[in-house]
């Protein structure tokens, strides 16, 4: 995510090193990179200027300390000023009304059925009972797609793919809520590929129907300065509450997140970043500018462990390893945890330092595959006491699994290493093995 942006940015920053001090001759060119990095970027070139005369202003007025480069100063006033830009702090949705009523606007291919499967998820895990409505009359795909969302996810889908009137079935929807203790609605509605007055003559009327609690509008990331107008004309005729930007883990600029608060004056409060229903996180402008710097982002991270992570099996899953009992099944089952929380790339990404470093890798969350396949064609015996396994069992699961011998004698050795490194933490609580580790 906006790798182009923050390569650029370092370059531009590496000018500045070795620097004693930050001057207004000194000073110029890096600002003028700076400047271009955004444009090219997609930032629109007035908020590019602006944001980069504060910045120049902000870094000739700093006192230089002795800790820190003249490099690494300007890298934290880029972040700031950056995140005043965003908008300073996460803007939360409103909860109010019952049922609370969100209404999730934006362009056809924009991701929003994708970001509303997302939303629900997200809220059913907050412990709020949510009911999924499905306004696209024109799609008929659209509600078969909600529909398949609704069963992954757990939520119920109210549709009516035989009656034409959006503003009828959102209002049945919410009639539906009321009567089957929902405390949440979030209504999908129709998109088209571009802005038409018809479209927006239906979700205003929408909007006005229903008087939802909070309007999203969803906008994909990718179409770089277009979002920044579609987000204008969307607002000028519904007056949404919040953005949400898509599609943040393709190859964007990264442009529009840094121009729609600025031009629409509207905070982006969710953005999304993948195909799979947890790929969601809360729009925080600080965390956003880490990353735009490729600062990393482990704030985010561990947020998302938190929300993922179940505790009670994290500490069933102790509690063994404390015992030296830790087998198979529990690999298994934590590796399943690993993959609650997002794609391989998408997590090291947030790691910082990480996002540039496997920016061009290609991390195969298939990889994985294999070893899963490997400890499913263990018996429970042999998942517990991997000590049974001799040649005949190992030839055995190796062609269960479609593997190789090799492949199976891997994973085995990998596993008993995993093992004494934590019958070693077990005895010395801890501190030596994590010496051995560091070497
Ligand atoms: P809608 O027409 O606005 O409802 O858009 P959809 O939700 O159907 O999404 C359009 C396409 O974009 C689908 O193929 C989604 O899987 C994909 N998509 C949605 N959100 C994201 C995202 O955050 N990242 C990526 N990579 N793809 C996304």
Redesign the pocket.
């Known amino acids: 995510m906006f790798d182009s942006l923050s390569v650029k940015l370092d370059r531009a920053f590496k000018t500045l090193k070795g620097q004693g001090q930050i001057t207004e001759i000194n000073i110029a060119s890096t600002i003028k990179e700076i400047r271009r990095a955004l444009v090219d970027a997609d930032v629109n070139y007035k908020v590019a200027k602006d944001v980069t005369d504060k910045i120049r202003e902000e870094a000739l007025g700093r006192d230089v300390l002795i800790s820190v480069s003249p490099g690494q100063l300007l890298t934290k006033i880029v972040s700031e000023e950056l995140t005043t830009l965003m908008g300073e702090t996460n803007v939360p949705i409103s909860l109010e009304g019952n049922p609370n009523i969100i209404l999730i606007s ?1 362009l ?8 509303t499967g997302k939303l629900a998820n997200l809220m059913k895990k907050q412990g709020r009972t949510v009911l999924l409505a499905a306004c696209d009359i024109y799609r008929p795909a ?1 509600i078969d ?1 909600l529909k398949v969302l609704g069963e992954q996810i757990g939520v119920e889908v109210y549709a009516e793919p035989e009656n034409k009137d959006a503003v009828k079935i959102a209002k049945n929807a919410i009639k539906f809520a009321k009567d089957n203790g929902k405390k949440t609605l979030i209504i999908d509605t129709a ?1 088209r590929l571009a802005v038409d007055e018809q479209m927006m003559n239906e979700i205003s009327d929408l909007k006005e129907a229903v008087n939802p609690a909070e309007t999203l509008f ?1 906008v994909d990331s990718m179409t770089g300065q277009d979002a920044v107008n579609t987000a204008a004309t969307f607002n000028e005729r519904l007056n949404f509450d919040g953005v949400v930007l ?5 190859d964007t600029r990264g442009g529009a997140a840094l121009s729609i608060r600025k031009e629409v004056e509207k905070p982006i409060k969710y953005i ?4 799979k229903m947890d ?1 969601i996180d809360l729009f925080h402008p600080d965390r956003m500018a880490s990353r735009i710097l490729g600062m990393g982002d482990v704030v985010s991270l561990v947020e998302r462990a938190q929300q993922n992570y179940d505790e009670e099996e994290a500490r069933r899953i102790n509690k063994k390893i404390r015992k030296n009992q830790f087998g198979f099944d529990d690999f298994l089952a934590q590796m399943e945890q690993m993959k609650k929380m997002g794609s391989m790339k998408d997590l090291l990404g947030m790691i910082p330092g990480m996002g540039k470093a496997i920016k061009d890798i290609d991390i195969d969350d298939d990889s994985l595959k294999p070893i899963e396949a490997i400890i499913k064609s263990m018996t429970p015996k042999e998942r517990t006491q991997p000590e049974v396994l001799n040649g005949t069992r190992k030839q055995r699961i190796a062609k269960g699994s479609g593997t190789s011998i090799q492949e199976v004698n891997q994973l085995l050795k990998q596993f008993e290493q995993m093992r004494k490194m934590m019958k070693m933490m077990n005895k010395s609580g801890g501190k030596r093995a994590l010496a051995n580790m560091l070497g």
């Open positions: 934006g056809q291919g924009s991701g929003k059925t994708t970001f659209a797609q998109g969803v898509t599609k943040l883990d393709g999304s970043t993948g195909e790929a």
